[in-house]
């Protein structure tokens, strides 16, 4: 009986130097992370930026791999089982780039074909007033017509009413 009871401590001591090595792995990987995003906030150069970025993105997905193969155990299991998770979630992963990748396609040739096209986020729209600063605009617009109108005299042109756009 004591040989299962020194067996099973030993199997116990283990998992626990096991899950301790892996959740210094995984504190060490985000401090990195960390040091680089904070690192990459003050950097100006566009390459280095997306060295970094790709960077941290590798780190994150170490960090995945070791969540799922020791605290979701899965590095024990069956092949068969792994690859019924691996495989759908690797689709997935391809999928949203693919939307993502023809998305930006799309955007990028309906810009460059159709001359009449403007993206919506390009056109400048005025901005408009509004309170006590609309009304002051507005009695300032009425008043420098009638100082027009007598200066010019009884010009046709400087009697007409401007008149301000429907939008």
């Not at 985000?30 to 100006?44: A, N, Q, R, Y």
């Not at 390459?47 to 020791?70: D, E, N, P, R, S």
């Not at 993206?119 to 005025?126: R, Y």
Request: proline content about 3%; overall charge neutral; hydrophobic content about 45%.
């Amino acid at each position: 009986m004591s040989h299962s009871h020194t067996d099973q401590e030993a199997h116990n001591a283990e998992a626990m130097a096991e899950i301790k090595k892996v959740t210094i792995i995984l504190s060490v990987f985000t401090i990195i992370e960390l040091i680089l995003g904070f690192w990459m906030i003050s950097l100006t150069s566009e390459g280095l930026i997306l060295a970094i970025k790709g960077t941290i993105v590798i780190l994150m997905m170490a960090k995945a791999f070791y969540i799922v193969a020791y605290f979701m155990h899965l590095k024990h299991e069956v092949k068969n089982l792994i690859m019924t998770i691996v495989v759908p979630l690797s689709l997935f992963v391809w999928f949203i780039g693919a939307f993502l990748w023809d998305g930006s396609s799309f955007r990028n040739l309906r810009n460059k074909y159709n001359p009449y096209f403007k993206e919506q986020a390009t056109i400048k729209v005025e901005k408009k007033e509004h309170g006590a600063a609309k009304h002051e605009a507005a009695d300032a617009k009425h008043e420098a017509p009638a100082a027009k109108h007598e200066t010019i005299g009884t010009s046709h042109e400087a009697a007409k009413p401007e008149v301000e756009p429907y939008y």
